[in-house]
């Protein structure tokens, strides 16, 4: 059996033509994805030595600080910064920022590198599962959860086989440490009758079609509001997935393409839905199939859509779930219709029809059973095995009613939830030069937040009132709100900051605020 190259060391290949072939990840490029060099050898040893060499010229300079005896905390930080971050997506980042810089290098970085022992990890990994977490203690626990220590261990193991890689050390410490087991999150599904309530609701609400789609293709979260028009043929019915868009601290939604290649698909729609679609397409003026109301030119932000699949949730009267778990219902209904794994794994974007069975195990196990059972008859000529005759489940349409909710008064403003710890309340009342104009208050909760709107309001109000008085139309606002005045003054003032928390932070406003003017306002500045 041949040997497996490790992690980092490239991979080596007999081509058809009778050459050997080298390759290895060098970096990433602007799209965040990997990029590769080769190197090409009449042998394999002569195309080992020059996969080495061409690493050699790719691999970042070394420190003088980089010695065997370097605390542990600062070659975790130089392999981070050098070696692993170069080839991370910007969310993949944060992940791991988050477990190096909070827990490793704090718990173990004033251990020498050629000191750290396996004990040393243990005991680590024994302090996180007990008393790990930094924040939210009163709801999760004092304890990170299985899948954090695990992750910490990733990072920690990663780290050190490179500094054996290099000579710094001459076995990796953290091979052999016992770890939390790896346990695959719960799935949930809807039922049949809470999707049709699901359904039901989400139409009330506006989010019909959105939510329609994902049940039929169970697309993943970031694939879905990333599609466009120009990717679906009204025709024929065809969907191709090839983007899909995410949300980062620093810059805010991007657009890349999916992480891998097989999640670059084409989706069959069944006419129906493609009728419905169609339908919707006429009300939706934008280049996006699902755009955000309130940023023009933008696909809906995939937190806004979560804070809204638990609203509609809890108004049908189902159960919570996760958005990805819908994408689980549409597996499970499509398995136990009858589809096999393989088309269902093309159209979930599985590098693999074993992952989908890895995932599905629960819906394909009576699926195998049935099928030996009848290959059985089929070979053995075995009676086949009676079994009690079930009742036919009938689907009965439901008599749900949507949730309609509490519709404000005209004049009173509207109050919008931002984030998790932010909402916004908004009045746009008419000026007397026939614009609207609105104007908006900030708050954590949305009771701070419906005691200070009234004071907008009236503040507004009595504005209105002494321009029509004195007939002065230039005192009428422009249509900007203070804060974004706030946000562009210390924009121009420090050009050289650029960090949005940091502009949140100097003009005492919430992130989110920063996001939806920033590009406007660098646009202007140049």
């Avoid at 008393?131 to 304890?143: D, I, P, V």
């Avoid at 699902?290 to 809906?300: A, D, H, T, Y």
């Avoid at 008419?430 to 900030?442: A, L, T």
Wanted: aromatic share 6%; hydrophobic share 35%; glycine share 6%.
């Amino acid at each position: 059996m041949a040997r497996k190259r490790k992690n980092g060391e490239g991979t080596v290949r007999l081509r058809k033509d009778g050459r050997w072939e080298g390759r290895v990840v060098i970096g990433c490029d602007e799209k965040n994805l990997p990029k590769t060099k080769n190197v090409l050898a009449k042998t394999k040893s002569e195309c080992v030595e020059k996969l080495k060499q061409l690493q050699e010229q790719y691999t970042p300079p070394k420190s003088d600080k980089v010695k065997p005896e370097m605390p542990f905390g600062e070659w975790m930080d130089f392999w981070y910064q050098n070696y692993s971050r170069p080839k991370l997506r910007p969310t993949t980042r944060a992940g791991y920022e988050g477990r190096i810089y909070q827990h490793i290098i704090p718990e173990l970085g004033s251990v020498p590198l050629n000191q750290l022992t396996q004990n040393d990890l243990q005991q680590f990994y024994a302090r996180l599962k007990k008393s790990g977490r930094l924040l939210h203690t009163e709801h999760y626990g004092k304890g990170l959860s299985d899948r954090m220590v695990r992750a910490c261990h990733m990072n920690c193991r990663s780290a050190l086989e490179k500094a054996v890689q290099e000579g710094l050390i001459r076995v990796n410490p953290a091979i052999g440490c016992k770890l939390p087991p790896k346990k695959a999150r719960e799935m949930q599904v809807l039922t049949r009758e809470e999707i049709q309530r699901f359904l039901i609701q989400a139409k009330a609400e506006g989010y019909f079609e959105l939510f329609l789609l994902e049940l039929t293709t169970g697309l993943r979260r970031g694939e879905l509001l990333a599609l466009q028009w120009d990717d679906l043929n009204l025709e024929t019915g065809e969907l191709k997935i090839t983007k899909q868009v995410y949300r980062t601290k620093e810059d805010g939604l991007l657009i890349s393409q999916p992480k891998t290649k097989s999640s670059i698909r084409t989706v069959s729609l069944p006419p129906p839905l493609l009728a419905i679609l169609k339908e919707y397409k006429e009300g939706v003026n934008s280049r996006w199939m699902f755009p955000s109301p309130v940023k023009e030119g933008s696909p809906l932000d995939p937190a806004h859509i979560r804070t809204r699949l638990h609203l509609i949730l809890e108004h049908a009267q189902c159960k919570q779930i996760r958005f990805h778990d819908l994408r689980h219902t549409f597996a499970t209904i499509a398995l136990g219709n009858g589809m096999d794994v393989k088309t269902l794994s093309a159209m979930l974007g599985h590098v693999s029809a074993a992952t989908t069975l890895d995932i599905y195990t629960h819906i394909t196990n009576p699926m195998r059973s049935e099928a030996a059972a009848k290959i059985d008859q089929r070979i053995g000529k075995a009676a086949p095995q009676e079994s009690p005759a079930e009742p036919q489940e009938k689907w009965a349409m439901t008599t749900f009613q949507p949730y309609v909710g509490r519709k404000r008064k005209s004049g009173t403003g509207c109050i919008t939830q931002i984030s998790e710890n932010c909402w916004e309340g908004r009045y746009s009342p008419v000026w007397p030069d026939g614009k609207k104009h609105s104007r908006n208050v900030y708050a954590k909760t949305r009771e701070e937040c419906e005691t200070l709107l009234p004071g907008l309001i009236q503040q507004m109000k009595a504005e209105i009132r002494a321009i029509k008085e004195s007939g002065n139309l230039d005192a009428i606002p422009d249509g900007i709100s203070e804060k974004k005045k706030a946000i562009a003054a210390y924009m121009r003032k420090y050009p050289e900051v650029t960090s949005k928390s940091a502009i949140a932070k100097a003009v005492q406003v919430d992130k989110n605020t920063v996001n939806r003017y920033y590009e406007e306002i660098r646009r202007e500045m140049d």
